[in-house]
Each structure stands twice: as C-alpha cells, then as structure tokens.
C-alpha cells in the first residue's frame, strides 16, 4: 500500500486522490492546491487544446525563479518555482526529480489550458515585418496581432458582401445615389420631427464613396471575426445593429437641425470597437508614425482614433460624422462593460489572455 502524500503547502494536511477530467490528481481539502503528475498534467493540457499527442509542459515552461521552500509529495525533492511559459507569468512549483507540479488552487484551469494560451500568445507576439509595413504604408490600414476566431464569422462576411453590394447598386450613378441619400440616409431635421425612423438602420448599410466603404468593411473584418466568436452570430448581429442605430441617434442629437444626410456603418464599427478594447484588452495594431511602423495596445490605437476624431470635429472638418463615431464608441464601451464577465464566462481561453500574467511584445 502507498504511503501517504502530503499537501506541499500546509505540509500536515494529506492529499486526497480524486477525478479532473477523467485523470487522477490528488488534492488539498484543506488549501485547495492540486498535485499533478507529469503524465496525467500532460494528458490534460493536451486534451484541452485538442491535441492527439500527449505533450511535454516541462519542455514549455519559462526559467526556473528558484525553489520554494516545498517538498514533492512522490519524492520529497525540493521544488522549483517556475513561469508557466515564457510569456505567461502563472508560477507553480515544478519537482525536477519526478517533473510532477504543484499547482495553486487558483491556477488550475490556467495550467491545463496553458496550450491553448500558448498558441494565442504566439499570435499575438508576432513582429512586424517589411510585408508589415508595406500593407500599411500602401493602405493606410493598421494590422491587428490578436486571437485567432475558432469559428467562421459568417455574419461578418455577410455584413461585408451585403454592404459591398448595396454600394455597387448605386455608388456608381450619381442620380441613383443622390435618390438613395434622400430616402435611406439620416437626416436630423427630418427624423426628429417622427419622419423616416427607418434611416436609422438603412444608413448604417450606405456609404459616400469606395474608400469609405473599404475603410469601414476593413475594419469590421478587423475587429468582427473576434467578437462574433466570442458573442455568437445572432448576438453579434443584434449588438452590431445597436451600435449603428444609436450610433445615429446620437448623431442627431448633436445636430438636430442639420439637413445633411448622414451614411456609414462607421458608428457601427466604433460601437465593435468599444467591445473589442474590453474584451481583448492585450490584443494590438499597428500605427504607422511617419514611416516607422509600431505595433500599440488597442487601448492606446483606439486612443489616437478618438483622438483624431475629436481635433478633426474642433478644426470644424466636414464630411465625416464625428458625433456617430464617438456616440458608436460610447455605447460599445457600456455594452462591453455590461457583458464583459459573460463574455469571459463563455469563453475562458480570453479571460485568460487579458490577464496581467500575459506578456504581450510590442
């Protein structure tokens, strides 16, 4: 018969053998910490990122900080504080006699999702490159470092070919589109005396010109595929469909005698990009400064853009609709807010990722 473990933290208390997942680990009951075996920690990690071979998390792990003060409870070797991973800054306690780890309570499930956080940290550390650079230098467009979407954000690709297409019925016919603003675009004057309410969703699917619509389709692909993953289809749909009808709403109530119609899906998009900046707080864009291309937090991209939003309102530049922008921006910060803990709830791996453990290159 085995002896008896002993919790490596309270040091009297035994630890008890029980289930996780379908593999057995022994636990405090006491301190809550978790004692896994290289094997069965490696099945785990494995099988939370869907993987086929068994993995090696000692072959991940960052550099050693030092040892503990703890004894493995199979060997009674001293142990070993470690980083998770290189840029993932969870500590445990690692036995390089046996390679089994001891594990905080409030750390599992960052441990047996380290894969997965690992494949996402990759992606979001990528450098820029001349490609990089290029891209933007030609487009003015920045490049988003973030998550890869588990899912095909078909409602994004919808919005896209739907908003391309109404573009192409009449962007190229001046008479056409002068008859399309005068009965789908908002105009403040008229909507708020009751008249042509439905402007507020028509509007958002009209735009002024090609480089308007590619701005904005660009970025809704941008920040889009991300948030439809982490919402759903139909939620991501309806809270895209808020934005831009709020959006508009606060347009014209900061401009309630204007005759001038008001197109775009831009207020939709700032709406996106309220969420975007909550939930994928570690995620960053590219700024081209001049000719030098860095990559920034999207805390500070969006920064510069409500930025240049407010000096371009105060320098009294027409032909972009500031008030949608940051009236659209606004109400996606209240909706990410609001659903952020849900959000993070459904989808764990991002909870993880905004965390300041994540180190993020830039």
């Not at 659903?339 to 830039?362: C, D, F, I």
Request: glycine share 10%.
């Amino acid at each position: 018969m085995p002896g008896k473990k002993f919790c490596p933290h309270c040091r009297t208390s035994h630890l008890t053998a029980t289930d996780y997942d379908g593999e057995e680990v022994d636990i405090c009951r006491q301190c809550g910490g978790v004692w896994f075996e290289k094997a069965d920690l490696d099945s785990l990690v494995a099988a939370k990122c869907q993987r086929t071979d068994s993995g090696d998390y000692v072959a991940d792990l960052g550099p050693s900080l030092g040892y503990s003060g703890r004894e493995c409870p199979d060997c009674n070797h001293a142990m070993q504080i470690y980083h998770l991973l290189n840029d993932y800054h969870v500590a445990i306690d690692v036995c390089r006699g046996c390679d089994g780890a001891w594990v905080e309570r409030g750390t599992v499930s960052k441990v047996v999702k380290s894969a997965a956080i690992k494949h996402a940290i990759n992606d979001m550390n990528q450098s820029t490159n001349w490609k990089t650079w290029v891209f933007e230098a030609l487009l003015r467009m920045p490049v988003e470092y973030n998550v890869k979407a588990r899912i095909t954000p078909w409602v994004t690709i919808a919005l896209v070919i739907i908003n391309s297409l109404i573009f192409i019925s009449y962007g190229f016919d001046f008479e056409m589109a002068n008859e399309v603003y005068a009965n789908f675009a908002i105009a403040p004057a008229t909507v708020q005396s009751g008249n042509g309410l439905w402007t507020f969703i028509t509007a958002t699917f009209l735009h002024g010109s090609m480089l308007h619509l590619a701005g904005n389709m660009y970025f809704l692909w941008l920040t889009g595929d991300n948030l439809e993953d982490a919402l759903g289809h139909g939620r991501f749909l309806a809270l895209y469909l808020v934005c831009g009808v709020l959006a508009g709403a606060g347009s014209v109530l900061a401009n309630l005698d204007s005759t001038i119609p008001s197109v775009g899906a831009s207020g939709a998009i700032a709406g996106l990009f309220g969420m975007y900046l909550l939930w994928f707080p570690k995620a960053s864009m590219t700024f081209m400064f001049v000719v030098w291309q860095k990559k920034l937090a999207v805390m500070w991209y969006f920064a510069i853009w409500l930025g240049l939003n407010f000096l371009g309102m105060s320098l009294g530049e027409g032909g972009v609709d500031y008030w949608a922008h940051i009236g659209g921006f606004a109400v996606g910060l209240a909706i990410g807010a609001t659903l952020r803990k849900w959000v993070w709830t459904r989808n764990p791996l991002l909870q993880h990722l905004a965390g300041p453990e994540v180190q993020v290159k830039r």
